[in-house]
T-cell receptor, first 115, second 110 residues
């Protein structure tokens, strides 16, 4: 059983509000990721981190920002939420090292609705 | 192509075999994966195959890999109603995170 947790699971919020989606993992994984998933669409990588103080933007441009101050924590922030940000956000982690299979361990997701 | 391609829907009867197909993008991808997503949940790894293998079997699951055609398939034998979910194909390209397809929704009727 993977030990990666996301909060909140569901969030409904008004336009213009600042929101932070939390993601924590207790596996000591160096690599962490945020994917955005819309219904019937593939997962799009929006941010990733290969270690503390390392963050990169993914393939899909996003107005969100992330930080990685601690290994276990990778929060995602939207400064001013808009209806176009309505989506499911999935956090994942994986161990570093070429010997690993590259498997990602996913949280259960945060479903964000912006009114 | 640039995208990992999957058919979007598959409907089968309980007890039949299900075959979900995927075309990936990069012949140099080292690992290929099948993930399962149940309603309201995150993705969970079902199985993976290393690129130097042609086939991998794990209980009711059989993965076939055709590197020449960049084609991956997942066969579920004796499909059960509990297998109803969305199945994602993914590839691991060198130096990148996993690239996912759009997912195939498997519907199993009794």
């Amino acid at each position: 059983e993977a030990d990666i947790y996301q909060t909140p699971r569901y969030l409904v919020i008004g336009t213009g509000k600042k929101i932070t989606l939390e993601c924590s993992q207790t596996m000591g994984h160096d690599k962490m990721y945020w994917y955005q998933q819309d219904p019937g669409m593939e997962l799009h990588l929006i941010h990733y981190s290969y270690g503390v103080n390392s963050t990169e933007k993914g393939d899909l441009s996003s107005e969100s920002t992330v930080s990685r101050i601690r290994t276990e924590h990778f929060p995602l922030t939207l400064e001013s939420a808009r209806p176009s940000h309505t989506s499911q956000y999935l956090c994942a982690s994986s161990p570093a090292g070429s010997a690993n299979t590259g498997e990602l361990f996913f949280g259960e997701g945060s479903r964000l609705t912006v009114l | 192509g640039e995208d990992v391609e999957q058919s979007l829907f598959l409907s089968v009867r309980e007890g039949d075999s299900s075959v979900i197909n995927c075309t990936y993008t990069d012949s140099s991808s080292t690992y290929l994966y099948w993930y399962k997503q149940e309603p309201g949940a995150g993705l969970q790894l079902l199985t993976y195959i290393f690129s130097n293998m042609d086939m991998k079997q794990d209980q009711r699951l059989t993965v076939l890999l055709n590197k020449k055609d960049k084609h991956l398939s997942l066969r579920i034998a004796d499909t059960q109603t509990g297998d109803s979910a969305i199945y994602f194909c993914a590839e691991r390209k060198a130096g990148t995170a996993l690239i996912f397809g759009k997912g195939t929704t498997l519907s199993v009727s009794s």
